[in-house]
């Protein structure tokens, strides 16, 4: 007559032996799991230093892509910007200015590189330059003057101020913004030789110091 209910209670004791064991498991595989992702820590990039972000190298492979794809086809990647040296440092404190009119502006803002927070505009193209419309009906650059002028512009005001002008041997192929009053300007000039010699300004809008970079001398 106590056999049955001892059988029963042997049972159930086995039963829940089972379900500790299977609950032990459970918190076994999670502790390996976390394990595993530890080392995934180790693949985050290294923190950039202010000196990083302030190379000139720094920007030109992150920010001035365009103008770096240009200048290494058009040298067959002969100048590297390693290479480049800052020569001539200026204070522009009596830059030439004027005031852009409201029609002009919206006419080729398309083509302005606009500051992180949008209140200034680098201009690079309406100087001597002129706009139609193209085949698809889509508005066109055409080259005029064969000087080149930057400016900046600002753009609830529309004063326009130069900080830079070039002869045509030199082009302007790319202009960026660092931050809110930092630009960098990046184009190439051509010797008596004919050959294109990698330049690049740079220019704060606060403090108007502009710096120009080119290649050292062999």
């Known amino acids: 007559m106590q056999y049955q209910p001892n059988r029963a209670l042997y049972i159930t004791i086995v039963l829940l032996v089972a379900c500790i064991l299977q609950g032990c498991n459970g918190c076994n595989s999670s502790k390996t799991t976390d ?18 972000k302030d190379s000139l190298a720094f920007w030109t ?19 590297a910007t390693d290479n480049l040296q800052r020569t001539t440092t200026d204070t522009l404190a009596l830059a030439d200015s004027l005031y852009m009119e409201e029609e002009r502006f919206e006419q080729f803002k398309q083509f302005f590189v606009y500051s992180p927070d949008s209140s ?3 201009d690079m193209v309406s100087y001597g330059n002129f706009l139609h419309q193209g085949r698809n009906g889509k508005v066109v650059l055409e080259a005029g003057e064969p000087d080149t002028e930057v400016s900046i512009v600002n753009v609830q ?29 990046a184009g190439g000039t051509y010797d008596e030789q004919d050959r294109l ?8 809008t606060q403090n108007k110091l502009l710096e120009n970079w080119e290649p050292s001398a062999p």
């Open 35 to 52: 394990t595993q992702q530890v080392p995934g820590d180790s693949d985050q990039e290294t923190p950039l230093t202010p000196a990083d």
């Open 61 to 79: 492979e992150r920010k001035l892509i365009q103008w770096k794809s240009w200048i290494d086809s058009s040298t067959a990647g002969q100048v």
């Open 120 to 122: 200034q505009v680098v």
């Open 157 to 185: 005001t529309k004063k326009r101020e130069r900080i830079l002008f070039c002869g045509p041997s030199t082009v302007v192929k790319q202009a960026v913004w660092i931050d809110d009053h930092t630009i960098l300007i």
């Open 197 to 204: 010699l990698p330049a690049i300004w740079k220019y704060d």
